[in-house]
């Protein structure tokens, strides 16, 4: 599996405590052509990248020694643009948030499946190598279009009126296609952080929003939940294979 863009196979440090899911995450990975180095702590793993270097890192959260989360904020410290995604218990929302929120690229929930790892890892390292867009370039997700230097949002070609909440909620989330956002994380880059927690009126918003930009609200394809955690908005791939199959 090669990175986006270049003829290099994607180099993966795969970093867990468990010899059987590193082994269940390398043998596929390895076969598919990316290239994977594992570390079974965190200390380890900082080393590595001391002296190696990856295109993405997949981080279990629950790990002896310095744990998943003191690894991140020490890798992110390190390589501020290198893909992190965290590797988590299908119970763990706290976990899912507190990382997100401390600088995680995305989650995979255990039990997971491999072609759910490959979609996450190519989507986090096509985001990680993309040229920094321009603040005032229009955002274009399958037929959703946003023109910020307007205000405007288009579906079709045709414009749809939002409120300024709503744009701005619309704004950040396609601006930040593929990634979690967590419910805290867009209320206060929306609201301000004295909102954080008011996740019930965020609600509402969202579903005002579907509304106007969904075919089928109640089976939305671009404004997604991720349950207990916040909203992703679908990346533009994703909307047009969809799009492309039906």
């Given at each position: 599996m090669n990175a986006p863009g270049t003829g290099a196979p994607i180099r993966v440090l795969l970093v867990d405590d468990e010899p059987a899911i590193r082994r269940a995450l390398r043998t596929p990975l390895n076969e598919m052509g990316f290239i994977t180095t594992e570390a079974s702590r965190g200390e380890e793993a900082i080393q590595l990248l001391q002296s190696q270097t990856f295109d993405i890192v997949l981080l279990d959260i629950n790990m002896p020694g310095i744990g998943g989360m003191k690894t991140l904020t020490r890798v992110r410290s390190m390589a501020p643009r290198l893909p992190i995604l965290m590797l988590t218990v299908l119970d763990g929302e706290e976990d899912k948030v507190a990382a997100l929120e401390s600088g995680a690229d995305d989650y995979i929930t255990?039990?997971?499946?491999?072609?759910?790892?490959?979609?996450?890892?190519?989507?986090?390292?096509?985001?990680?190598?993309?040229?920094?867009?321009?603040?005032?370039?229009?955002?274009?997700?399958?037929?959703?279009?946003?023109?910020?230097?307007?205000?405007?949002?288009?579906?079709?070609?045709?414009?749809?009126?939002?409120?300024?909440?709503?744009?701005?909620?619309?704004?950040?989330?396609?601006?930040?296609?593929?990634?979690?956002?967590?419910?805290?994380?867009?209320?206060?880059?929306?609201?301000?952080?004295?909102?954080?927690?008011?996740?019930?009126?965020?609600?509402?918003?969202?579903?005002?929003?579907?509304?106007?930009?969904?075919?089928?609200?109640?089976?939305?394809?671009?404004?997604?939940?991720?349950?207990?955690?916040?909203?992703?908005?679908?990346?533009?791939?994703?909307?047009?294979?969809?799009?492309?199959?039906?």
């Open positions: 255990k039990p997971f499946s491999i072609r759910e790892v490959v979609a996450r890892m190519r989507s986090a390292v096509r985001r990680a190598q993309a040229p920094e867009r321009k603040e005032d370039a229009p955002v274009l997700i399958g037929d959703i279009e946003v023109q910020p230097a307007r205000r405007l949002v288009t579906k079709s070609g045709q414009a749809i009126h939002l409120t300024r909440k709503e744009y701005d909620i619309l704004y950040y989330l396609m601006t930040h296609a593929g990634r979690a956002v967590t419910y805290g994380k867009l209320l206060t880059s929306v609201w301000g952080p004295d909102y954080r927690n008011e996740v019930d009126y965020l609600r509402t918003f969202v579903r005002q929003l579907r509304k106007k930009i969904e075919s089928d609200p109640s089976n939305p394809r671009y404004l997604l939940t991720d349950a207990y955690v916040g909203y992703r908005f679908a990346e533009s791939i994703a909307v047009q294979q969809e799009q492309a199959a039906e």
